[in-house]
């Protein structure tokens, strides 16, 4: 079975919807606050019954809506057995845990929201969005730290091919945070004000953090054309492998190279994990020389932001656009590349426009969890 | 041809005993393991007994983790003995199951901010809770390579983690996993199930007239999964064969379970037909069983409509009753305990039963173990956001 995505939610700080995040995205802009502008939830998920959502299920929610209506989802002949929600979150809805503990702290157990309990289990965002489509097939959260988006496609995949479910809304998303722009600034893991250096490039310090999503429908490619659902691409090979340094990315990127069947010359470009991260985007670019050597590399973060376990899903939908526009978005203001990276075919600058077939997504998390997940244009 | 997946090792770490037998002894004498809270003060609480888990070793983990790594670990270093493996192991597979995962650490932190101030909170304590960390420390304990995960789906965890264990084994993905669930005692569970008056006063009845909720527990399972070839060849003992998944979602609410028992229904209809089983092969069913008086009558129903004629002929038991709720860790250990009740042909009974409940018309194994052989039994986990889990287990012949 070939796993096509019919549909794809976005957004993230620079903007709502694949489209203009992406013309953003070339257009050389940078995120500013970290926020999604002019967010309204109630704009794709109505207003009722948003009450207890937390900010993550809000963003996760609003995306799987952008998704499943490109998709055309509710009208596709899927009983709701049929559909599951497939999610990657490592924090889940964080920022609602740790107020809902603050408050019974501070004001004792007995003052706390009963509502806002259910908030505290990791799995309550993809909840959220199995009640909010009727998806009753099945109901899973995947957690591999910065990995876990592209670990839910590839546990989604299984999940279509032994045919659990038909369809899947699949994806990821984090909503702002102050615990975890805070607690992770205090480690050192992540910069408040960052000095305006990026992924790859000399003297970057970490990532900044932001908020985002992206959620997509996945299903059998045959179905997909026969309901005359256009795919937007295919689910073509996906990898991962738990072990410390570049070898485990390494390993993970040969894997879903394998399972797509293609040769390293084959690969059109490479969406990168690069946060800016110290030694992160060193053991990224080793693993990306060493597999990939002579592919253009872009790194969507330089834009973005470091959206946690969500990214993943952002760099699966900006590799969609590049496969759709054959064009690469740039990193801008690279003007400085860390020489550890001279192996490297980094897209700066400007926009590449070339014939996008392949594109190979990575995601690394320094607890050693490594994914990679191919994404090829559909025919 | 799709690998077989059989258990051939067992790590429970339990509010009423750890380790094979010491559990298992514990689980067919009927052990209440409820008691007093004695990690946190719950003078300002309205509840006040929990089944924590006593007398507990932690062993020795690089980098001082959070309660959950330390479970997991001697969960894992549990099962390894019981399986007979020694170190190092290599390409094993890791899918570890949890509800909160190290949420204590985070309770931690709130505390010490509270009191102190922010200053106070050491500035990596944080890094110690994402919910990933638990198979990362595992898997650098024992140093294990391969697939690994955290699937984090609440209290159904235990369950998921064993299905994905067997989705690995069956594609020949890798030819031997620890799988299973975690979660100590945690505050904020506490808090939220005691807000949600969820929580029993005195002792939890699964499916009796009068059960008034939850016991809070904690505890944790591993289980070792291998392909049947790999355990023959190694002349491992085996329990029993893991021959089926059904999972499904209520899409129904964030806490309440689906009053029709829809979703019950249909991952336990999922899991006979993954298995290639018909109704009339269970003979037992380890249920997800709460106590509360929501869950234990949709459930009983659920039984009943896909038992149909032969429910009256199906054992079904909570052992909740005896180690409280535990969580992502629950459907692990109760798979230890069909995967013990296959092998020993003994049935855990459902203790604190005192009046039966009409709306709960099965054979619950009042208050005494049974001995009676065990081909096939099914274990149901049911979670928040109504996520629904059942794995079934059988005897390999």
Known sequence: MRVAITGVGLLSSLG??????????LDGQVSASGEIPDFDATAFLGDKGLRHFDRTALVLGSAARLAAEQSGLASAGYAPEEIGVVVGSTHGSIQAITEFDQESVREGPNY????????????????????????????????????????????????????????????SALGHSSEIEQSYAKAGRLQISANGVGPFALGRKGPKFAEGGAVFVLEDEERARSRNAMPLGVVSGVGSFFGSGSAGLVRAMQEAMAQAGLKSDQVS???????????????????????????????????????????????????LLSIRSGKIPAIPKLDNVDPAFSKLDLVYGKAREVSVKHVLITARDDSGHNAAVIVSAAS | MKNRVVVTGIGPLTPIGSGR?????????????????????????????ACEVKNFVAPGIVGDPGPATVFAVAATELALQDAGLDLPLGEVGLAIGTTGGEIPVLEHINRVRFKDGEDAVDRHEFEKYPVHV????????????????????????????????????QS???????????????????????????????????FDKNRKGITPGEGAAMLVLESLELAKKRGAKIYAEVVGCGFSCDAYHPTMPHPDGMGARLAMERALQDAGLSRDAVDYISAHGTGTPANDKIEANAICNVMGEHAPKVKVSSIKSMIGHTMGA??????????????????????????????????????????????VALNNAYAFGGNNSCVAFAKVA
Not at chain 2, 26 to 44: H, L, M, P, W
Not at chain 2, 151 to 162: R, S
Not at chain 2, 343 to 371: F, K, M, S, W, Y
């Open chain 1, 16 to 25: 709502i919807g694949a489209h203009p995040v992406f013309d953003n995205m």
């Open chain 1, 112 to 171: 706390v929201n009963p509502q806002d309990f259910a908030n505290t289990v990791i799995s309550q965002p993809a909840s959220r969005v199995g009640v909010i489509f009727n998806a009753t097939g099945l109901n899973t959260t995947i957690a591999t730290g910065a990995a876990s988006a592209l670990d839910a496609v590839a546990y989604g995949m299984t999940m279509l091919r032994l045919g659990r479910v038909s369809a899947l809304l699949c994806g």
């Open chain 1, 269 to 319: 470009c490479v969406v990168s994990y690069a946060s800016g991260s110290p030694e992160g985007d060193k053991e990224e670019g080793e693993a990306i020389a060493q597999v990939l050597p002579g592919v253009p590399v872009t790194a969507p973060k330089s834009q973005t932001r470091d959206c946690l376990e969500a990214s993943g899903a952002i760099h699966i939908a900006v590799s």
């Open chain 2, 21 to 49: 037998d010491a559990f298992w002894n514990a689980v067919v004498a009927g052990t209440d393991g409820s008691d007093e809270v004695q990690k946190f003060d719950t003078s300002i609480y309205r509840f006040h007994r």
């Open chain 2, 134 to 169: 638990i198979s990362t420390n595992v898997a650098r304990h024992f140093g294990f390579t391969g697939p690994n995960l955290v699937v984090p789906t609440a209290c159904a965890a235990g369950n998921y983690a064993i299905a994905i264990g067997r989705d690995w084994i």
């Open chain 2, 172 to 206: 020949g993905r890798v030819d031997r996993v620890l799988a299973g669930g975690v979660d100590p005692l945690s505050r904020v569970t506490f808090t939220g199930f005691g807000r949600m008056f969820a929580i029993a006063p005195d002792r939890c009845r699964p």
């Open chain 2, 330 to 375: 629950a459907s692990a250990i109760e798979a230890v305990a069909c995967a013990l009740a296959i092998d020993t042909g003994i049935i855990p009974p459902t203790i604190n039963h005192e009046t039966p409940d009409p709306e709960c018309n099965l054979d619950i194994v009042p208050n005494q173990a049974r001995t009676t052989a065990v081909s």
